[in-house]
């Protein structure tokens, strides 16, 4: 079975742009989770999609948003780009999505904001 | 809401000797406890993790963590550790409940010397 992909591996974008990050879970899993790698802040959870819903969000602005296609596969986008948004952005799969399941990860998108 | 600790940031160690990495947590709920492991320019791999039962859970590769309720604690060890071992292992805990984030410790890296 195919791991979690996630496109495109590397992006360098400008402040003040946005970006659209991709995530295909493995086949079967319909959860999809977000999560922010920095070296000051470590991991932190964006969102949680189920079934195209959004089921949980973390802290961050608004400027964070994600959805869920019916096939699963979801993406997240970052608009208004700032110096402090340059991270690895992870995405995680698993089949329900209930906690205590183990959570697949890819391996991530790494995003550098000039 | 939950945090955690991981009290060592960098460990270094000489192949063959057991390690042991610190992992403390803080819940008002339930939780269910995870050891992820990150090598390079890779995204997180589940090593083991604790939902119930035993209190001593082991992953296939040598390494086993145990559930300590009363000092709030999942510390990881491997009696003898390798060269393949050196790597960024993250603490990490979820509640019970709905919700299904994972929330992360900072990272210990743990580097195995020849």
């Known amino acids: 079975k195919a791991g979690v992909t996630q496109t495109p591996r590397y992006l360098i974008k400008t402040r003040g742009q946005q970006v659209t990050l991709s995530c295909s879970p493995i086949s079967g899993h319909r959860s999809v989770s977000w999560y922010q790698q920095t070296p000051g802040q470590g991991l932190q959870f964006l969102f949680e999609y189920f079934s195209e819903t959004q089921r949980n969000k973390g802290n961050f602005p608004g400027r964070f948003s994600g959805r869920q296609f019916s096939n699963s596969r979801s993406e997240m986008n970052v608009s208004t780009l700032e110096l402090g948004d340059s991270a690895l952005y992870l995405c995680?799969?698993?089949?329900?999505?209930?906690?205590?399941?183990?959570?697949?990860f890819g391996p991530g998108t790494r995003l550098l904001v000039l | 809401a939950q945090s955690v600790t991981q009290l060592d940031s960098q460990v270094p160690v000489f192949e063959e000797a057991p390690v042991e990495l610190r992992c403390n947590y803080s819940?008002?709920?339930?939780?269910?406890l995870f050891w992820y492991v990150q090598y390079p320019n890779q995204g997180l791999q589940l090593l083991l993790k604790?939902?119930?039962?035993?209190?001593l859970v082991k992953s296939i590769n040598g390494f086993e963590a145990e559930f300590n309720k009363s000092q709030t604690s999942f510390h990881l060890r491997k009696p003898s550790v390798h060269i393949s071992d050196t790597a960024e292992y993250f603490c990490?805990?979820?509640?019970?409940?709905?919700?299904?984030?994972?929330?992360f410790g900072s990272g210990t890296q743990l580097t195995v010397l020849p």
């Open positions: 819940s008002s709920v339930s939780v269910y």
């Open positions: 990490a805990v979820s509640d019970t409940g709905s919700a299904r984030q994972l929330t």
């Open positions: 995680a799969s698993s089949f329900s999505g209930s906690s205590g399941e183990t959570q697949y």
């Open positions: 604790y939902l119930s039962g035993s209190t």
